[in-house]
């Protein structure tokens, strides 16, 4: 059964038994700073298992795409050294929500492992919770029991072990409960009790794990509480299964891996079989393409900070096992790109990003080999060097330079460190790390904050009624916090936010910000934010400028219409930049982040290269035709598969329900989006672009301004223009030919300079004859000018003057020295011009080094300069003999 096949199995299976198939979420968790990665199935849905979401169904099934390889759950260490562990897999799953619970969970795994897969039950064990005294926590007797009567198992079969085995928790907060694992091994292994040891266990291979939902814990160590309703949470990894199935005791000898491994192999022109240690590169390569396509696809481009930088260390490991295997030239984006093919059925949006993934590997490739070379050789240097020193362990040091100058993670270092039977000192590269961070003021901490007072209560109200095409309401006071507690009520001049049943006021999302206006009742408050929590719960951050503010009172919102206009103004070009960037630069586009408020829009997307001028000229031209067409805006409610067919365009790092909005600005954008618009293109009234750079490695940022705020730019470059035009004396238009002229003419005169001033030098105030010491000619020279062009332009000429010998040319002002020295060819076996250099820095307080032709360095001690030529004397009379 292929691999594919068991996926449709899964899924058809229970489809059969009521419940809904939905999509796999994103490898990037949407609001969850608690995660890197999605790494379980049910990370979609953390949520409603607390009761903080709702869905229209209350039984799912999956396949999720799962990343470990970063935080609690890490298999980065042991990928391809073993054969179960990966970095990316598919955990099939099925979810009960308040539905269904241990019966039916229990009953339907062991139909669809025995009946539908047609595994044999005596291949198979089962353990359950035997429960935990420290936790308050007794055995689960009840899933024990149920295990009993389905499978016919006795107590021998059906094995009680403890928390560390089967109680499961995502992370440190969050939904969690005890576990049944079921077990396979089909090669006659004895069947484990509750206290043996782990290699005991070893030959059972864990292929299902039944997790039954009944508590969460909200904070780290924190006391567990029961859950809304009691819940279920299945997840079966595919690879495992899979090699079940295709009868494989390794996971990278399934169809999961084997047509990545064969174009890995074919690449490097190394045989599967070959040799244990080639076989391990072959699957970390197999095992990472794939993890680096599904993140890539999802928005993760190689960097160095937080899932970037995991990504990052994922993709150079691969690299560095290409290199193992011989491969020289960038090969990861074909391996990835075979990744895709072979995955494209199940996942479809591989096929539509393919363009980016292709590019963002072969540019992380080509940045890594563009130091490796030099990485490794300065490793090799280093075991020469410790091996000397009988020194084991690789300082800190140096561990940074390769991380900071070559490109290597801490853990690549390790690896080779450890291939070569060296340790590195972790603690001493982690000092490095954080004063090069303090130096630059820099912090790795990434994830979004929430407000858990405001997702508290959030969760416990109904959603806002947003009153979209409104920008008044009365509405209803139905809680109010001040200083982050729900009060009955609050007076004058106190900062408060406050919630109610229905508003016109936009709360911040998808880029958009929040609205802002005033509220009127019994008191008058000024509204500065809108903020939504927990269910769509709308949040108005306010001042009361007088009065008391009472819930249960009803009160008139207004929005800032003037602001607003602006805001819709910004949004709506966003997405016609959107489309614009698309149509101009490439399909690779998509968006990496967004900010929209009254005053300009910011887009972050990916690309790899600066914008040139022709192409942003293009892209403000077909933006501003849209504006000109006066197309209408229109908006749809749709089931989220529907504005996937349409060809909507969905939002980076967004979280979508079942139904979606689907906004269309102009004639041809189309985007899911839940912000406000302008009713017609021609509302923007003129859209301008007023910068664009990178922010990360694949990543450009553009800002632009619309309507009064794209004249106004407008006129202020045009006021610039009329200036510099007035000061060159020339009309506006000329202006750029005059600066030409004027460029070519400065050049012209600084080569004159140049020339004049070696001319100056080379004269100089000091002896510019020959003098001979140990039979070696030299002539040193001394003037008042230190610029480098100059005095390297002296010493050629020099050098030519004397044929053989030895050169210095001394600059000095003030305050400082320029020292540069050369050695003709014809010497170079016994004089160095970097040594001789050396020996004169320390007279001028100063230092410099170079080849054995020429060395430049320079100095702040103007009075030693006569000394520094008597040491160039000395080091000429030791050195020639």
């Known amino acids: 059964m292929k691999a594919s096949e068991i996926r449709a199995k899964f899924i058809n299976f229970f489809e059969g038994k009521g419940h809904t198939r939905v999509s796999s979420s994103s490898l990037v968790p949407s609001g969850d700073a608690t995660l890197l990665f999605s790494n379980a199935g049910m990370v979609q849905f953390k949520d409603v298992f607390t009761g903080t979401e709702s869905r229209s169904y209350s039984r799912a099934t999956s396949s999720q795409k799962c990343v470990r390889a970063g935080g609690k759950h890490n298999d980065l260490d042991e990928v391809g050294r073993t054969p179960r562990h990966h970095t990316f897999f598919e955990m099939l799953g099925n979810f009960s929500f308040g539905d269904y619970f241990?019966?039916?969970?229990?009953?339907?795994?062991?139909?669809?492992?025995?009946?539908?897969?047609?595994?044999?039950?005596?291949?198979?064990?089962?353990?359950?919770?035997?429960?935990?005294?420290?936790?308050?926590?007794?055995?689960?007797?009840?899933?024990?029991?149920?295990?009993?009567?389905?499978?016919?198992?006795?107590?021998?079969?059906?094995?009680?072990?403890?928390?560390?085995?089967?109680?499961?928790?995502?992370?440190?907060?969050?939904?969690?409960?005890?576990?049944?694992?079921?077990?396979?091994?089909?090669?006659?292994?004895?069947?484990?009790?509750?206290?043996?040891?782990d290699n005991e266990w070893e030959p059972w291979l864990e292929i299902w794990n039944l997790v039954f939902m009944q508590y969460q814990r909200n904070e780290k160590n924190g006391p567990l509480s029961k859950l809304p309703a009691p819940s279920i949470d299945t997840g079966a990894g595919l690879e495992r299964l899979a090699s079940v199935l295709q009868n494989k005791t390794n996971n990278y000898d399934t169809d999961v891996f084997t047509p990545i491994i064969a174009m890995a192999s074919e690449i490097s022109g190394v045989s599967v079989g070959d040799a244990q240690k080639t076989d391990t590169s072959l699957r970390v390569i197999a095992d990472h393409a794939r993890t680096a396509t599904f993140l890539i696809c999802d928005g993760v481009f190689p960097d160095k900070t937080g899932r970037e930088y995991v990504l990052r260390r994922i993709f150079r490991r691969a690299v560095r096992h290409g290199k193992l295997l011989g491969i020289e030239e960038p090969f990861m984006h074909k391996v990835c790109a075979t990744v895709i093919e072979h995955m494209k059925d199940a996942y479809p949006e591989l096929v539509t990003r393919k363009a980016v993934v292709n590019e963002v590997a072969l540019e992380e490739e080509k940045r890594f080999r563009s130091t490796l070379d030099r990485g490794l050789n300065l490793l090799d240097e280093t075991f020469v060097e410790m091996k000397k020193k009988n020194d084991k362990t690789i300082s800190g040091d140096r561990v940074f330079q390769l991380y900071d100058t070559y490109g290597f993670p801490q853990d690549l270092t390790e690896i080779i460190a450890n291939e070569n039977g060296y340790a590195i000192d972790h603690k001493g590269f982690e000092d490095a790390l954080a004063e090069a961070r303090a130096r630059s003021k820099f912090s790795g901490q990434s994830g979004d904050v929430v407000d858990d007072v405001y997702k508290n209560i959030g969760s416990t109200m109904q959603a806002t009624t947003f009153l979209r095409d409104s920008l008044t309401s009365e509405s209803e006071i139905l809680a109010i916090l001040l200083q982050g507690k729900q009060v009955e009520s609050a007076s004058t001049g106190d900062k408060v936010a406050f919630v109610t049943d229905s508003t016109p006021f936009y709360a911040e999302s998808g880029g958009q910000v929040g609205d802002s206006g005033i509220a009127k009742g019994a008191a008058s408050l000024t509204v500065t934010d809108t903020k939504k929590f927990g269910t769509n719960v709308h949040f108005h951050f306010a001042t009361i400028a007088e009065g008391t503010l009472s819930v249960g009172q009803n009160y008139s919102l207004q929005v800032d219409g003037a602001r607003r206009n602006a805001i819709r103004a910004n949004h709506s070009a966003t997405h016609l930049l959107h489309l614009a960037l698309k149509n101009v630069l490439g399909d690779h586009v998509t968006q990496k982040g967004s900010l929209v408020n009254e005053e300009k829009l910011r887009f972050d997307f990916s690309h790899f290269h600066p914008i040139s001028s022709e192409e942003k000229e293009a892209i403000e031209t077909w933006v501003n035709q849209q504006v000109i067409n006066n197309a209408a805006s229109s908006t749809e409610v749709l089931p989220i598969e529907e504005a996937q067919k349409r060809g909507a365009v969905a939002m980076f790092g967004e979280k979508y329900g079942e139904t979606v909005r689907v906004v269309r600005v102009g004639d041809e954008s189309l985007e899911f989006c839940g912000g406000t618009h302008v009713n017609r293109t021609g509302d923007i009234g003129l859209f301008k672009l007023v910068g664009e750079q990178g922010i990360a490695q694949g990543v450009r940022r553009i800002e632009a301004v619309t309507a009064m705020k794209a004249i106004n730019e407008t006129r202020k470059l045009e006021r610039a223009l009329a200036e510099c035009a007035s000061h060159l004396k020339v009309t506006p238009a000329e202006v750029p030919n005059r600066i030409a002229k004027m460029r070519t003419e400065l050049k012209s005169l600084e080569k004159q300079v140049t020339t004049l001033g070696a001319k100056l030098a080379a004269g100089g105030q000091a002896s510019d004859s020959i003098e001979t010491t140990a039979g070696v000619r030299w002539v040193a020279t001394k003037s008042n000018i230190v610029d480098s062009a100059v005095l390297r332009k002296t010493g050629d000429a020099l050098r030519d003057k004397i044929a053989s010998g030895v050169v210095i040319v001394i600059g000095s002002d003030d305050s400082s020295v320029r020292v540069l020295t050369m050695v003709t060819k014809d010497l170079h076996g016994k004089l160095h011009a970097g040594e001789l250099l050396k020996a004169m820095a320390p007279h001028i307080d100063g230092r410099g080094g170079g080849k054995p032709d020429m060395a430049q360095g320079g100095g702040k001690n103007v009075s030693g300069i006569p000394q520094a030529l008597d040491a160039a004397r000395n080091y000429i009379a030791t050195a020639a003999n």
């Not at 047609?118 to 936790?135: N, Q, R, V």
């Not at 403890?162 to 396979?184: A, L």
């Open 102 to 197: 241990k019966e039916d969970a229990i009953t339907w795994a062991w139909e669809l492992l025995t009946e539908e897969y047609g595994i044999d039950p005596s291949t198979l064990i089962i353990t359950y919770f035997k429960g935990d005294e420290s936790m308050g926590i007794g055995p689960d007797t009840e899933a024990r029991d149920i295990w009993k009567r389905v499978t016919g198992f006795g107590d021998d079969r059906i094995i009680g072990l403890g928390t560390k085995e089967n109680f499961w928790m995502m992370g440190d907060v969050g939904p969690m409960g005890p576990c049944s694992e079921i077990h396979y091994n089909a090669q006659g292994a004895s069947i484990p009790t509750t206290d043996s040891p």
